[in-house]
């Protein structure tokens, strides 16, 4: 069987506690079903930046180039935000997605039944919640120029372009419509076409992509509807593509519907490698104490067996495990309920490791 190279970068905070979890799983996928690991750990972010006086040090970008995919913890905290900004640990987070060329942000977002009551919406309006987001991430106001700030006549502006070539909006376009043709066929595109060109320019392009992918329905909304209908009727949506910059504040106001942060993957998409990671932060505050939720990172590692290692079965049997441990009435501190049996993060990731042994593949 092929053997699976994965760069491990547990970062700083809970990182390196949710990440064993993950690798927890990874263990008992392998011994389950046969399947090659070869983990490779390395230091990224403030971790990095403690020993080696930089967020990306040379071996972590060429380890991660050397696999096949990224399984990242979370990077930064208060103790690191004094230095200058290219220092940073998020440096880091830029640093891979430009080494390795990824371009396609997916994050899924699944409203477990058993954790219904978590979200702040009614539970009619999220039930049965199932809808990707595809978020474009290396063009935007995040990488165009010029950008910052300058005088001019006199006073201070500060600048940022938005901007995207054919090419760009093309590649992200074909991720999202092969995503929805595997799903439920419907395809949204998020913009503000009505004021701003670039933006229309996108609009055009994603249209002439739409018609290699006749079998998908295509709707444009702009991102202001999209933001009030994720909040009012999260239903109607299956797959949702957009920019850099409307994809990072959509996917974090999806994440609500969930209830927690701690339960939502992502996964970073290029040619070659793909990066996983959880979609929360470093969580300084609870560093250590053992109450992480790690089973967004478990998810995350799922993702990594579907799109990275072709392992649909494998990944679904990890999400059915988690979703059996969660209706069995076990949380994390985050995701307590009245009436829940209350462990920490260790003890969630052997409670996952367990259903993953026992049921059937």
């Known amino acids: 069987m092929k053997r699976h190279r994965i760069a491990v970068f547990p970062g700083d905070g809970i990182g390196p506690e949710i990440v064993r979890e993950a690798l927890k799983i990874l263990d008992v996928v392998s011994k389950k079903t046969g399947a090659s690991f070869e983990m490779k750990e390395g230091l990224v972010g403030g971790a990095a930046y403690d020993r080696f006086g930089i967020p990306l040090p040379e071996e972590a970008m060429q380890l991660a180039l050397e696999s096949d995919a990224v399984l990242l913890g979370a990077v930064g905290g208060p103790k690191w935000e004094p230095l200058e900004y290219g220092l940073r640990p998020e440096r880091a987070l830029l640093g891979l997605r430009s080494g390795l060329g990824l371009y396609a942000n997916l994050r899924p977002v699944v409203v477990f039944e058993d954790l219904i009551d978590a979200s702040p919406l009614k539970p009619d309006v999220i039930r049965g919640i199932d809808l990707m987001i595809v978020r474009e991430l290396t063009g935007d106001a995040y990488f165009g120029k010029p950008r910052g700030v300058r005088i001019e006549n006199g006073q201070r502006i500060g600048v940022n372009t938005m901007v995207y070539t054919e090419m760009e909006i093309r590649r992200i376009a074909k991720v999202a419509f092969d995503l929805a043709r595997g799903r439920r066929k419907k395809l949204l595109s998020v913009d503000k076409a009505n004021v701003l060109e670039m933006t229309e320019f996108w609009r055009e392009v994603v249209t002439d992509v739409g018609r290699d992918y006749p079998d998908v329905e295509l709707l444009h909304m702009y991102v202001d509807n999209c933001a009030m209908q994720l909040i009012r009727n999260p239903g109607q949506f299956d797959v949702i593509v957009t920019t850099n910059m409307f994809g990072d504040i959509l996917s974090d106001e999806a994440s609500m519907l969930t209830g927690s942060l701690g339960m939502l993957p992502s996964a970073s998409r290029g040619e070659k490698t793909a990066m996983y990671e959880p979609s929360h932060g470093s ?79």
């Open 283 to 361: 969580a300084p505050d609870i560093a250590g104490k053992g109450v992480a939720n790690p089973l967004a990172t478990i998810l995350s590692a799922a993702m990594m067996l579907r799109h990275s290692f072709d392992m649909p079965a494998e990944a679904a049997l990890v999400e059915k495990a988690v979703r059996t441990v969660l209706r069995e009435g076990f949380r994390t501190q985050d995701i307590r309920q009245q009436g829940s049996i209350v462990v920490g993060t260790a003890e969630i990731g052997d409670l996952v490791a367990e259903r993953v042994r026992r049921l059937p593949l």
